[in-house]
């Protein structure tokens, strides 16, 4: 997700039990344990949140490069990648599989 928009900083948390459903200001869907997407108001395509492993903290970032194939179930393309931590997959019919 190179070149992507970064969530605020103080929107980025570091325990991993406490996931973005339980603070983000607007409503979010979780993927999986360490994945979990929503839509901002204003935004076009959805920003999504991952559990780094490297930074040890959860880390948002928005999808302007991706295209927004379908909004319900969501479904992006290309793949999505956190070079970060390496988490690489693809968000299609509103589920994330892993690459």
């Known amino acids: 997700m190179a070149g992507q ?17 339980s603070w983000s200001h607007f409503a979010v869907t979780k993927l999986t344990d360490d994945i979990y997407f929503g839509w901002p108001d204003g935004e076009a395509k959805p920003w999504f949140w991952h559990w780094c492993s490297t930074y040890s903290r959860w880390r948002g970032a928005g999808t302007d490069g ?17 070079p970060c931590c390496g988490i690489h997959g693809w968000c299609r019919s509103g589920t994330w599989s892993d690459a």
């Open 5 to 21: 928009r970064m969530w605020p900083d103080d929107a980025i948390r570091a325990n991993h039990d406490d996931p973005p459903s």
């Open 66 to 82: 991706h295209d927004l194939i379908e909004r319900e179930p969501l479904h992006l393309e290309p793949s999505l990648l956190w």
